[in-house]
């Protein structure tokens, strides 16, 4: 799941030109003999310059199968998606057909009747397929709602020659982490850890480690706040106070992928979606210099959040036919086996894992264990909602602007008027 990366939006016609989205686009669907056509308007959230390039060649290939259906590629910036999204369906007026949806958005637009259910639709083919925890995130209130495209966790990525050069193995545990970091910048004077301090969600892994969650979903609590949570954000501070890990307060992508491609820390939180960005760094040059890890156990657990993206269709829609035509090619064994072998990014059906050019994949190796451990989120409507306090008071942590204590108090206060009647 990438988070917060920021992009130009990009917008393509595939097939014939076109300028309106979905929710303004005119009536499709199929001729008298059933064949699908008009327009099918998608937002892509994934990477641009090296995913986005990925899944608009599948896109492309729909249209090759389908000729009489224009696929309007738009790539959305993933930080801005979630929101414009929210603001066009409300309005009715400017929403795509298909949007690709961070997991923890699937149960929100559909809480807000912003999604058409899919299932008995065309859209859902071989639901026995998709890994159960895959499939978790796509459903609300006992239907489904959005079809799950590619599923992701987290570890940590070092440069295997630093760590040579300072004669370090990797951390298996925060403790052990600093002691790296002290020996890295001793030996070699570069910093042991880039710690992206602005989007929380590079917290989540600190905080499960700790014992930590944001809520308990089932007991409606909120538990960011507890022992665990405080020691989860004394944890972060700690790292960045000992000089074991550099932060930032905005940009925080950009500027932890150019420090680490450039071979100025040893080391980074990252997932699946960042290798192909990771490779095209000098230091990566050899991609057999890049080592991924699990990320460092706490003092309580080791865990990192499970992550994700899945295709949803939107319910004001005015060419559902071809849109759940359109969800169904994206997601099926074939588009995700492409998607794996190019992007290594973990496919969410069982059947691809077995696939020769997916099982010698390296990473997709790497992170299947890794994600069958990771951690599921909430999947409630304010799930992507807890992001937004936790991240204000996590930046003030790292960079001293409050305390653990109190960043912790002041995101359990702020979910608690989220979460009206949560313990």
């Given amino acids: 799941m990438r988070r917060g990366i920021a ?27 059933g064949e699908l056509s008009g327009t099918v308007t998608w937002w892509d959230t994934s990477t641009v310059g090296s995913e986005d390039k990925v899944f608009k060649k599948l896109a492309e290939d729909f249209t090759k199968k389908h000729p009489k259906v224009t696929v309007k590629y738009v790539n959305v910036p993933f930080g ?8 066009a ?25 912003y999604l058409a259910p899919l299932d008995k639709t065309a859209a859902l083919k071989n639901q026995d397929d998709f ?115 550099i932060t930032d307060a905005t940009n925080g992508w950009d500027n932890m992928q150019a420090a680490f491609k450039d071979g100025k820390v040893a080391m980074m ?38 992550g994700g993206h899945n295709l949803a269709v939107y319910a004001g829609s005015k060419n559902l036919a071809a849109s759940y035509a359109f969800t169904e090619y994206m997601t099926s064994a074939e588009s995700q086996a492409k998607v794996a072998t190019e992007l290594s990014l973990l496919p969410t059906r069982q059947s691809v894992y077995i696939k020769p050019d997916v099982a010698k994949n390296q990473i997709i190796g790497f992170f299947k264990p890794v994600v069958e451990k990771s951690v599921e989120r909430p999947w409630i409507p304010e799930g992507g909602s807890l992001f937004a306090p936790l991240v204000t008071e996590y930046t003030k942590v790292l960079t001293g602007q409050t305390s653990p204590e ?18």
């Fill in 131 to 245: 890994l159960k925890q895959a499939a978790a995130s796509t459903r609300y209130d006992g239907k489904t709602y959005a079809v799950p495209q590619v599923i992701d966790s987290m570890g940590v990525f070092y440069n295997k020659k630093i760590f040579k050069e300072a004669g370090v193995d990797v951390p298996e545990t925060v403790d052990q982490l600093k002691t790296a970091a002290s020996a890295i910048k001793k030996k070699t004077g570069k910093t042991g850890l880039y710690l992206r301090g602005d989007d929380a969600y590079w917290f989540l892994s600190f905080l499960y480690g700790e014992g930590g969650d944001m809520v308990d979903a089932e007991k409606k609590t909120v538990t960011v706040d507890n022992p665990a949570g405080v020691k989860a954000l004394q944890t972060v501070k700690d790292l960045v106070d000992s000089k074991a890990a």
């Fill in 7 to 33: 992009a130009t939006a990009l917008v393509a016609a595939l097939g014939l030109t076109a300028t309106a989205c979905g929710g303004d686009s005119g009536s499709g669907g199929g001729d008298a003999n």
């Fill in 406 to 423: 109190q960043g912790a108090k002041a995101t359990g206060e702020e979910y608690r008027k989220l979460l009206k009647g949560w313990k």
């Fill in 89 to 113: 369906a409300q309005s009715g007026s400017g929403a795509p057909d298909v949007i690709r949806s961070e997991v923890a958005w699937t149960p929100e637009f559909a809480d807000l009747g």
């Fill in 80 to 87: 801005e998606a979630q929101n414009k999204f929210k603001n």
């Fill in 269 to 306: 939180i990252n997932g699946p979606w960042a290798v192909t960005d990771t490779y095209a760094g000098a230091e990566f040059a050899d991609k057999a210099n890049l080592g991924i890890a699990p990320v460092p156990a706490g003092s309580a657990a080791q865990g990192a959040p499970q």
